[in-house]
């Protein structure tokens, strides 16, 4: 067989294994966001929607289901594929896998596709429960899709690099909780960045998933804080950076060849 050759068997069973590894959790990984998507909108839909009662002329409920599905989407694509690459580094069989005959880029393709299949589950879930609030718009299906699915694989991508880094479970939670959660917050989640004063509006657009969340929301009601094109560039980009990072460590066997 030509080195060349794309091994579909060996993707296939690696994906095949990370998957039956979430469906043995399947009623933590789907009660769990669902019982929280329902506090948030009890939280926010209720207690600060009563008091705003529109943003950019969407009701403040229906505003904030996008921010609450790239949230969730952020959350667990991380965690999903953190853990499923730092697990095998942690029982040693992480050896097996590099001495298989699968290519660097088809074990990322099978961790990081597995992640990402989870996590988009997780956002349709967590949107049809949504709707099962408040009436549902979606005015760029196609759109939101690709959005979906870009976020999806490029955080996938970043928790790969995240679970090469780490050598303890703390590390591996470490960049989720202090970093990317924080960011996620202060990025338009569950409110419109022009409601800040200039000067904070101003610092919140060197924040990346400002873009992420916005394109997201645009393709749902059809308008964001920042242009859709500027959100897309600014997806791929970092898409690319990770990428780019995977394809560094493969090359110089960072953390996994020691």
């Not at 705003?52 to 505003?63: D, K, L, T």
């Not at 804080?225 to 600014?234: A, E, F, H, T, Y």
Request: charged letters at 10%; aromatic letters at 16%; glycine letters at 8%.
């Amino acid at each position: 067989m030509s080195s060349l050759a794309f091994n579909g068997h060996g993707v296939w069973a690696l994906y095949r294994l990370e998957m039956a590894r979430a469906l043995r959790t399947v009623l933590q990984s789907v009660l769990t966001p669902v019982i929280t998507t329902s506090l948030y909108f009890v939280v926010f839909g209720a207690a600060i929607g009563s008091r705003m009662s529109e943003v950019h002329g969407v009701p403040y409920a229906a505003f904030i289901v996008p921010g609450l599905i790239m949230l969730s989407l952020f959350t667990e694509s991380l965690s999903n594929a953190s853990f499923g690459i730092y697990f095998p580094k942690f029982t040693g069989t992480i050896y097996e896998i590099l001495s298989a005959p699968v290519s660097p880029w088809e074990i990322v393709l099978a961790y990081v596709g597995a992640a990402a299949t989870k996590s988009i589950a997780l956002g349709l879930i967590i949107l049809s429960t949504a709707a099962i609030y408040i009436p549902i718009q979606i005015q760029h299906p196609l759109w939101m899709v690709s959005f979906l699915v870009l976020t999806a694989t490029t955080f996938s991508l970043f928790g790969f690099v995240i679970g090469i880094w780490a050598k303890s479970f703390e590390q591996l939670q470490f960049i989720p909780m202090l970093v990317v959660t924080p960011l996620s917050f202060l990025g338009g989640a569950f409110y419109s960045i022009d409601m800040l004063p200039p000067a904070w509006r101003t610092v919140t657009l060197f924040n990346p998933v400002v873009y992420l969340i916005s394109g997201f929301r645009w393709s749902f009601y059809g308008n964001s804080d920042v242009g859709v094109g500027i959100s897309l560039v600014m997806t791929l980009g970092f898409l690319l950076a990770c990428l780019a990072m995977v394809a560094w460590i493969f090359r110089t066997g960072y953390r996994l060849k020691t």
